[in-house]
């Protein structure tokens, strides 16, 4: 699939459901953009809430990515590379 901009592309990835095959796209970029940057917001917090949650008890930084990974595949959400 090809979009026009990389915003486009990423509201496509992320509004893509389980046997779903149209996506309805704002027309404005504006629009566009505030949504990706509302959903990455609320990614990354749900990534640290998770993460701090399976670093407390087991206390590895690793351990603890890869259960925070493996709830987001679950969940069919995208993983963000925490920063």
């Given at each position: 699939?090809v979009a026009a901009?990389?915003?486009?592309?990423?509201?496509?990835?992320?509004?893509?459901?389980?046997?779903?095959?149209?996506?309805?796209?704002?027309?404005?970029?504006?629009?566009?953009?505030?949504?990706?940057?509302?959903?990455?917001?609320?990614?990354?917090?749900?990534?640290?809430?998770?993460?701090?949650?399976?670093?407390?008890?087991?206390?590895?930084?690793v351990t603890a990515e890869?259960?925070?990974?493996?709830?987001?595949?679950?969940?069919?959400?995208?993983?963000?590379?925490?920063?």
């Amino acid at each position: 699939m090809v979009a026009a901009s990389e915003e486009r592309a990423k509201y496509i990835v992320y509004a893509q459901k389980k046997n779903e095959l149209l996506i309805r796209m704002p027309k404005s970029e504006i629009v566009i953009k505030k949504a990706i940057q509302e959903y990455e917001i609320y990614l990354r917090q749900l990534q640290e809430k998770l993460y701090t949650a399976f670093m407390e008890p087991c206390g590895d930084r690793v351990t603890a990515e890869n259960l925070t990974r493996q709830i987001f595949e679950e969940l069919d959400l995208p993983y963000l590379i925490m920063e």
